[in-house]
């Protein structure tokens, strides 16, 4: 049966599937509906930078119809993910001509589990910054508030999902880049347990620093996909203990009494506004409610070590990466080509020397045992998920002219996300509150490494409590 996009958008990536695999619809009949929305809502919100529909097609008419997923239209973050002969960009003038000659492990197993993908979205150069800005592909717009950024690095997989063009999109977390996102667009985000999907064979997860998962408007979208993508690839450098019982299977059992740590205070006492306090408030009192515990708790760390991991080892890793792309092409890379910011950040690489890359992977390990040394405390630690709210477009710009401005406002997007990819914590953003403007604000749960099912189990139970499926923005309103 042909859909409405309102019948569509009714239904999350697993009622899909079952439809799919009942003969209800088929793979191709979604694929359509999601083509349709991304026509009609793209040119505004500037989500999707290299739609591929013709490979979607493709992937609908041999999806497998008995797996998981069957026939759910699915969308590949620009960067890292491999797709055999899709271009990926990487957000970068750098690599504008850039095309894949191999399939990644992950995007082998989002196509058994029946996905189809169609797309790529847009994020920033590199995945350096918090908003989905680019000299390349512009901005991409918030569907909450097309003036504001949905976020980043996973930008364009957020509006994407925020806008009904999908149910779950790829996206990919290094600092933030899920959470932001999720957080800024009104999503369920979570970033993995380090080395829980894998990230080769091209990528060895950026010392771990980086995760790949989804941005999904149900929690039970995201932990199948979780389901279908965990475990170790090939040679990978990190391990991820197994999981308990299964993601999805943690979303239907109601979790024990929880000690819940209350943290309202930036780790580096950037400001918080007032909105993302006022968000945790609100969901620190409903975990009561539910008949948890919640304590004030004010965990700490040397900040300026973590400051050192962030601006001196992962611009080397940049650095790296495009002196590799350089050797590949046998074309210079030209500074005048990179984003002001990232530009920064690699001329800082260059005058770096081996002992301080050394240096801050130390400060990795002694940041990382401190803080986990303290959290561990708790089943989980409650915080905003950024400082801020949704800023408006071009203030998160990495080649926004004022670049102190520029500076200030990605420290309030990473407040409370970085510290989570440092220590390799699953953490999540749960979209519980929105304000008197209708922007939603996240509130984030991190938890024990390797722990992601009680963030599921909790996240399940606030889910049913506060519902926030069927809130959605009103995009009758674009031009």
Known sequence: MALSFSEYRGLDAVAMADLVRSGQVTPAELLETAIARADAVNPVLNAICHPMYDAGRADAAAAPLSAPLAGVPFLLKDITTHRQGWPMSSGSLVM?????????????????????????????EFGYAASAESRLFGATRNPWDPSRTAGGSSGGAAAAVA??????????????????????????GIK????????????????????THVL????????????VTHGPDIGAPYAAPPPRQGFLAATQSRPK??????QRRAFDDTP?????????????????????????ADLRFDHGRLREI??????????????????????????????????????????????????????????????????????????????????????LDPSNPDQAQLDAALAASVAFTQIHN?????????????????????????????????IFALAVQLEEARPWFERTPDLSVLP
């Open 216 to 227: 999904s408007r149900s929690v039970r979208d995201s932990a199948l996909l979780l389901d």
């Open 163 to 188: 806008a009904g063009i999908v149910p779950a999109a790829q996206g990919g977390d290094a600092g933030g880049s899920i959470r932001i996102p999720a957080s800024f667009s009104g999503l369920f």
């Open 272 to 296: 918080v506004e007032a909105d993302c306090i006022r968000a945790i408030e609100e969901t620190a009192r409903l975990c009561e409610e539910l008949g948890h515990e919640v304590i004030e």
């Open 310 to 395: 962030y601006f001196i080892v992962w611009p080397m890793l940049v650095m790296h990466s495009l002196d590799q792309h350089a050797r590949a092409t046998g074309r210079p890379v030209r500074m005048e080509e990179l984003e002001t910011y990232v530009a920064r950040l690699v001329d800082d690489a260059r005058r770096a020397g081996a002992g301080d890359f050394i240096a801050g992977l130390e400060s990795m390990t002694e940041v990382s045992r401190s803080f986990r040394a303290q959290s561990d405390m708790f089943d989980l630690v409650l915080s905003p998920t950024t400082a801020q709210v949704a800023p408006r477009i071009g203030v």
């Open 257 to 262: 009494r929880l000690r819940i740590a209350l």
């Open 422 to 454: 440092v220590t390799g914590q699953p953490a999540a953003s749960i979209p519980l509150y929105w304000t008197e403007q209708g922007i939603p604000i996240g509130s984030q749960f991190a938890a024990r490494f390797g722990d992601e099912e009680t």
């Open 96 to 124: 504008r001509d850039q095309v894949s000659s191999f399939d990644s492990e992950v995007v082998k197993r989002y196509l058994a589990a029946g996905l189809v993908l169609f797309g790529r979205t847009t994020t920033p």
């Open 192 to 211: 993995p347990t380090r080395a829980r999907v894998p990230a080769g064979p091209a990528h060895g997860a950026f010392l771990g620093f980086s995760t």
